[in-house]
């Protein structure tokens, strides 16, 4: 049986920003306008048995986007 895993991926030419962002709390970026969740990437819910495996699902799926992999957790049943 397998978990559901929630995995973040980040827009190609947003990896700076998402990084000042979920690391280092900037809630602005260099240009000095806010940053947005949303802007910066998007998160994906699959089944797989372990987050390796929910990993490398997320590149096959979206192949040239970054996968944030220390962000990658298993939901509980509710979600």
């Known amino acids: 049986m397998s978990d559901i895993y929630r995995v973040w991926l980040i827009h190609r030419g947003r990896e700076k920003d ?4 979920s ?11 806010p940053l947005q969740a949303a802007e910066l990437g998007f998160e994906l819910r699959l089944p797989a048995p372990g987050p390796e495996q929910a990993i490398a699902a997320a590149r096959r799926k979206h192949p040239g986007l970054q996968v944030d992999v220390e962000r ?3 939901l509980d049943a509710d979600g």
């Not at 998402?18 to 962002?21: I, L, P, S």
């Not at 690391?23 to 306008?33: C, Y």
């Open 72 to 74: 990658v957790e298993r």
């Open 18 to 21: 998402y990084f000042d962002f």
């Open 23 to 33: 690391r280092r709390g900037r809630r602005s970026g260099a240009d000095g306008k």
